[in-house]
Every structure is written in structure tokens, then in C-alpha cells.
């Protein structure tokens, strides 16, 4: 009897390990999550049932066992080596230089490339398969133990998989937070009125400074491999990316996007494409790693002090920096929102001088708890506008000042008025603040409205500005003699600009809605409006119940549209351009299901010639088609114009239906 239940648990256990391995490092899943749980809560029943069953590397002992009085010491058998860095391509090819200085050889180095994850980084020693410590880096001698923090992430296998890794196998990785668990983590510690952590790194290692592993257990982990440390018998292999395939043999995860190369040109070719893949991937790093690949090598270069001389981190530019806020100014919006705009000490972030960053709204200004003349922290992520994240208040000098809310537009003198449960504070001048009007051109104007080929927010603001045009209507008045004499106009561009005016006239519903620029109406919900009405009188006479029948028109959409429909200058905005010659096609909408191309989703990837991919979608999306930005096994077809990449890859291995440009538009014909 009890044989048998030992031979159970036994069972289940090992079923259990090797979903895991499954789902985290081959990345495929053989059943479904509902089946997974079922299986962990038959495990854990059982042993609930028979606790003198319970082993340490039970699957159900991740959730963390007793909390600690304090973290023991562990001496690392091998020091955890720390990274020299480059900040420049020039610091990189010295590097290089070195590198064949000290191997005495002129050909190509092999390298192998890796993501630098900005985590924690851990060594973890499994004996004989079975982990059984893990500690931190601590000063590369000397870490903390952490055993019982790290058993309780999922990607972290308690045994190892396989027959043949070594009885002693130290592995050491990055601890680190998704950005999504990261985001998510944070929202929750916010509805709870708890602390939020600055960033997922401050966030991942708070999480493995617990003493408390159920507090950990609730955290969303996980790991990378990138490298051993002690290691019993034979060596595992001779290169480093041979020694990482192997350590992924037995279920532990190393990053998919390293890479070995030959010289340190592809090298830099790496680090412009993992600069470029920064914002996709869903953790934060903050450069790459080039390790030199053959592990004879890597002994002849040895190490100054703990830095091998085998490797470098080549990091990015900071996304984060310190600087001054000198003071606050108020920008008006499209639809009159009041955006307070920290006018900065410049400082070199993210790659470029930033001297203007946004503090959202009055009640981030209050959560993030900054004041005029505060140093604050300013981040700059990718193409992101900069924002200010938060003040540091050992530096608060005395006569720092508190950020009001001007009780009157800067730009036009209306009210500002702040609608009740909204975050946003509004000018209520509409048409009227010459910024509303500004904005509400631009928004015209844009390339996913009207698509006025030349004509940029800077002209915009200077036809505004200098009295030439007060609404969108009157673009389309405009003489070739008034564009020539703006400041920096030639013939050319002026005749230009009109005849961009003149070929826009012919344009789509969807379009023109979408330009009117109404509040929370997008390209989406313009192409919702057209599709479901047809003609835009009838949009302009729906009910905002009759409004809501619109497929994601939602109460408070309904209610803008309604409203936007009912005020006198929009009326008369939409008859002026209706009298510039501004015309679409309108007609009585077809049932979305019989629509040629209903319930077929288009994937759109590289660069199309005989149109733009904005013109392929919203042709698509007319013959009831819906355009995804990325390829899955629900794709039907995926549209492959020149240079088309990583999508057609994907769409060729899901044995996708892969589309030419030519096909495409026999398609649409
Ligand atoms: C990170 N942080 O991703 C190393 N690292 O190698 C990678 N760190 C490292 N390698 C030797 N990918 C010391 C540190």
C-alpha cells in the first residue's frame, strides 16, 4: 500500500518536472495549463494526506517553505566573475585589439553574443541532479544564500533532466522580472495602497531579498543561464555556446536570442539589432555581452582582477538620468487636455539630449511626489516620450516649489475645468484656444487621416499663428502665393502642399471620420462608424443608445460622438470641407458576413510598392477582413512585400498562406 503511493507521488512528480521543462525551456507544451494544476493539485493532496512523503524537490514546494531569521553566508567555489564594459565602439575594438594581442593571432575571434539582462545574477549547484543551494553574487566571493527563494520559480528545475550532466554542476544566471509580471505587480500593489517598485530590477531583487519564500513564491520570476562555475569530471564542451547547448540539455533555460559570431564587426551588427528588438522583448536589458567563444582561449586571456578578459558588456545608452527640474509648463491638447510639460536641465538619455519631459497629470504629479526645483529621475525608453518617474528627496532644496494647476488656459484664458473621477484637467475654450485648433489640424493633416503630404505640425502652427487658417476647412483656400512667403517656402514645395490638398479631396468615410479628430474615436472605431452606417448623416443622427450598437462603441464613446455631432462649429467645420469638394464614397452597409473577405485575418509585413501599408489595411478592412500585427496559427494570410522579415519566417514555418504584392491586389480587385 504505501509502496504503492510512494510510486505515485513518485510518478506524478516526475510528470510534473518534465511539463516543466516543457513549458519553460522547450517552449512547448504538451497539455493545457487546467491539466498541469490538475495534476499539482493531485500531488499536493496526496502528500497533504501522507507529509512523511513531502521531499524537498517536490513540485509542490515551490509555493515556499518557513520563512528565515537571516540569510547564511556562501562562499562560491569559483568567484562570480563581474562584466568590463564599453560605452563606445572605439572602447569595443580596443577591447578586440586585446583580445588578438594576447592570443598573438590576426584572424577573426569568435564571440558569442548575448542579451545583458538587467536582473540578479545567482549561481545555483545542483548535486547529482537535485539543486541544492543557490546564492547570490554578492562580491563574487561571498553571496547569500537564497536556496529557499529560488526553488520557487517555476523556470528553475529542482532536478535536472537526463542521465548525463555531472554529479557537481554549478550554473550561473540573471534572476530577472518580466516587464509584463513587472507592470502587473505594480497595478496590484497600487489598488492595495502598497509600495510600488521604480523599475522590474529593483522589483526582482526586493523579491529575492525575502526572508519570507511565500512572499517570493507570489512573484513572477524567472531565469536565464548564461554560464557554469564548478563543475565535477570532464569538461562539458569546448566552446562557451557548446557549454551553454549543453546546460540546456538537462532543462536549464538560456536566452533564444544568443548568437555566436566571427569578428567583432558582426558583433556590433548584433548589438544595432538587439538595440532595435529592445522594446519587444518582454524583459529589460541594458546592453549585450561578447564572450569569446572558445574556452582554450578564455584560459590563455585569464582575468584582471575579477573581470575576465574574455569578455565585455557593450551597454546602451541609460534610459534613466538624473537632472534638474528648472519648472512646469502647461500644454494644451487636441481635445484641450492640459499636459504638464517639466522643463529640464538638459541631460543625455536613451541616446539624446532631453530637455523637455511629461509629467502625465496633476495626480501623477502628487503620486510621483515632485516639486519645481527637485532633482529628478527622467527615463527615455526607445521612441517613448520622456518622462519624469520621480524626485529624489534627499536632494529637495528648501525653497522647492509645490506645481499648480492654472485656473485659466495658458493659451486662450478659458476655464480650465477638471471633470469629476477624470485624471485629465481640460481648457473649455474648444475651437476657440488657438492650441485646440492647432492640434485639431495636425490631427487632420496626419498621414492616418488625411494624409496632407507636406504639410507638418511646424506649418500648421505657423499658418495658425499668423491668421492664415482657422480650421481645417480653410487649408483648402489656401493660395500658392501665401504658402510661397512663409519663412523657408519655395515654389516648389508650396505647389507641393497643394496638390497634396487637392488629391486628399478624394478620401474614405472611415477616413474622414477619423480626421474629425472626435475624443476616443480611433482609426478603428471611425472603421467601425463607416462600416455600420454607411452614410455619415446618419452617424451624425444616431442616438448615443442607437451609437452603441456600433462593435466597440462603448456608453462614453457614444456619449463624445453625440456630443461632438451636436455643437455648431463641427457642423459647420464638416459643411465647409463637404463645400471644398472633400467627397467619399457612401453607401448602404452590407451585413458584416457577407463581406468578401469577413472572418479572414491578414497579417501585412515588408515594404508593398503599389500602395502604403495604411491603404492595403484599410482596403482590407473594407472587404470585412481583420489586419493583425503578428502571425499565429489563426492567420489566413500573411501579405509579404520586399525585404519582409521575421513575420514571413514565422508564417512560413505555420505553414501560413504567404501572399505577393501582385496577389494581394487581385485580391482586393
Ligand atoms: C547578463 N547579465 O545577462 C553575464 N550576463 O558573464 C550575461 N552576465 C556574465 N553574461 C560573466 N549574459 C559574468 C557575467
Redesign the pocket.
Known sequence: MKDNLEKQVTILRQQIHAHNHRYYVLDEPTIPDSEYDRLMRELQSLEAAHPELVTQDSPTQRVGAEPLKSFNQVQHSLP????GNAFSSQELHAFDKRVHDRLDTSLDISYTC??????L?VSIRYEKGYLVQAATRGDGQTGEDITHNIRTIDMVPLQLIGRDFPDVLEV?G?VFMPKAGFTALNKKAEQLGEKTFANPRNAAAGSLRQLDPRVTAQRPLAI?F??IGDVSGEPLAPSHHGVLQKIQTWGLRI?PEIKTVKGIKACEAYYADILQAREKLDYE?DGV?Y?VDDLASQETLGFVSRA?RF?I?HKFPAQEELTLLESVDFQVGRTGTLTPVARLQPVFVGGVTVSNATLHNMDEIIRKDVLIGDTVIVRRAGDVIPEVVSSILDKRPKDAKKITLPKACPVCGSDVLRAKGEAAARCSGGLYCPAQRKEAIKHFAARKAMDIDGLGDKLIEILVDENKIQSAADLFSLTQEQLENLERMGEKSAKNILASLEKCKQTTLSRFIYALGIREVGEATALNLAQHYGFIKDIMAASVDELQQVSDVGPIVAQHIHSFFRQSHNLEIIEALKKQGLTWHEAAPRAQGDLPLAGKTFVLTGTLQGLSRQEAKAQLQALGAKVSGSVSKKTDYVVAGEAAGSKLEKAQELGVEVLTEDGLQKLLS
Open positions: 562570480m566573475l563581474s562584466l548575448e542579451p545583458k539582462l538587467d536582473g545574477a550561473r540573471e536565464y548564461y554560464g536566452n536589458i555581452v564572450k575576465p569578455a558588456a
